[in-house]
């Protein structure tokens, strides 16, 4: 998963931020502009292709 995480990161999707709580590693993904973009893109390309109309 950390790969997959890094690479959202590198393309500006997600930020990461990474800390310890109670002594265990805690990793936070916050999704950016730039992400929700294009997971909107994505979900559109979804639909069209699926010929599912948005309500």
Do not use: D, H, R, W
């Not at 690479?7 to 990793?27: D, H, I, Q, R, W």
């Not at 909107?40 to 979804?46: F, G, H, M, R, S």
């Amino acid at each position: 998963m950390s790969v997959k995480i890094q690479k959202l990161k590198e393309a500006g999707y997600v930020e990461v931020e990474k800390k310890f709580s109670n002594n265990y590693p805690l990793t936070t993904c916050k999704i950016t502009p730039k992400g929700i973009e294009a997971f909107e893109a994505y979900v559109k390309v979804l639909q069209e292709y699926l010929n599912v109309e948005k309500k």
